[in-house]
């Protein structure tokens, strides 16, 4: 029988008739701009000098990380406090390196990683033979190989939809997440610490398209705490495993297996796990789920749309990357994407819409004691553009570690704070 899957695994995305909004500005939060110092730069492949995006980048013997954008860029911000710490980069397949804080001062920095050229399947660590056997061994010990005490994650969150090539909405957020024992069956939770939006509806047609959800869309494929969305430890027999080539990351040898869904009659996953060859803990997945099935697809993700159109998802993906830290593994980032299509029964052309979710974990403190909820919680079926409000300047993020906005991001925001500068 097929695994039941949360919707909170697929995100759902609402579409409906809107009426033009226009944007308020939020009065920022005042951030003592003395008290840290921010590091830009670029990770780069040194092969062929392309960018790496989604590269890691944290302060050792710290908690205080970020990741690059789709350009290979990133910004690090670093308490003042910490003169004389190392920062570490590293990206999966490539050979890490670690660099004195002094390397970021200069102009233009460019980090170049090199490829890992070892012939891993030589590697004597790598005893499993049967792949499935090695993913029901990775679900059985994440009780042990991940964070068994209550977590309070600080990240950032960014949402973004496209039509076409264009920004037309997009949402940023700093949160705090309340992350749960991975051995414990309780939910986590997000609360809200400072946010803000623009939407640009103009380019939307008639359709505004909203994304359900925010945060916990990204959070959800965390597999090692929701394992079940996907994958049943006690019956793997709906997918088919194999092995692909195995890589490395730091300094660790990794499985990587690849996965099917057999039952395809309805939307069904197929993807990539990258499994730790010593702990057999997952260190990152890479999955999509097959919309071929137009009817089904759309039942699942779509909850309104207007008369006279048809709405479906034609590409779904996920990517979910754990960090580690003193032997235990947690979630790092999360990221999202749909793309849909909407055909108007009178229209000759079709538009599409890109929706991308990203979530990074930039610090984190153990917090054993229960968390009290209030105002600042946000519900599981929120839409960020909905309940946000605002945009503002340059220093709004203060001292908070975020991702850097890709070259079509930046210029939408610099669009928008030229409206307002003129306004």
């Keep these: 029988m097929r695994n039941s899957v949360s919707l909170f695994a697929r995100p759902i995305v609402t579409l409906f008739l809107f009426f033009a909004l226009s944007p308020e500005v939020m009065s920022a939060f005042q951030q003592n701009l003395q008290d840290y110092t921010e590091y830009k730069g670029q990770v780069i492949n040194s092969q062929n000098q392309d960018p790496l995006a989604g590269a890691y980048l944290s302060v050792q013997n710290n908690n205080i990380s970020t990741v690059t954008n789709n350009d290979g860029e990133f910004s690090l911000k670093i308490p003042k406090r910490l003169e004389n710490v190392n920062v570490q980069v590293s990206f999966l397949g490539f050979q890490s390196r670690v660099l004195p804080l002094q390397f970021f001062q200069q102009d233009d920095v460019v980090i170049e990683l090199r490829e890992s050229l070892e012939e891993l399947n030589e590697v004597s660590i790598f005893t499993y033979t049967d792949p499935a056997a090695l993913v029901q061994n990775m679900l059985k010990t994440r009780g042990s190989n991940y964070f068994t005490d209550r977590t309070t994650m600080t990240a950032f969150y960014r949402e973004a939809i496209k039509r076409g090539r264009k920004n037309v909405s997009l949402s940023e957020a700093v949160v705090k997440i309340h992350k749960q024992p991975y051995d414990s069956n309780s939910e986590d939770d997000i609360a809200l610490v400072k946010a803000r939006k623009t939407a640009d509806y103009t380019r939307l047609d008639t359709v505004a398209l909203k994304l359900r959800g925010g945060p916990y869309n990204p959070l959800s494929i965390d597999l090692m705490k929701n394992p079940t969305h996907i994958f049943n430890e006690r019956d793997l027999s709906n997918f088919k495993f194999s092995f692909d080539d195995p890589t490395k990351i730091d300094d660790q040898y990794l499985y990587v297996v690849n996965f099917e869904e057999l039952d395809k009659g309805m939307p069904w996953y197929y993807g990539k796990l990258f499994i730790d060859a010593n702990t057999f803990s997952l260190v ?15 039942d699942l993700f779509v909850q309104k749309k207007p008369g006279g159109t ?16 003193d032997g235990r593994w947690y979630f790092g980032y999360g990221h999202t994407q749909l793309e849909f299509v909407v055909n108007w029964k009178r229209k000759l052309f079709n538009s599409r819409y890109k929706v991308n979710s990203e979530l990074a974990v930039t610090n984190w403190e153990v917090n ?47 669009k928008i704070r030229d409206k307002l500068e003129n306004n």
């Design 284 to 298: 990152k997945a890479s999955f999509n789920l097959n919309v071929d099935n137009r009817q089904a697809a759309t």
């Design 310 to 325: 048809k709405v479906y998802p034609v590409e779904v993906n996920y990517d979910i990357t754990y960090r580690q830290k």
């Design 368 to 414: 054993p004691e229960k968390f009290k909820r209030d105002d600042n919680f946000l519900s599981r079926r929120v839409i960020m553009n909905d309940d946000i409000s605002g945009f503002a300047d340059l220093s709004f993020w203060g001292e908070n570690n975020i991702i850097e906005p890709d070259e079509s991001i930046e210029s939408a925001i610099d």
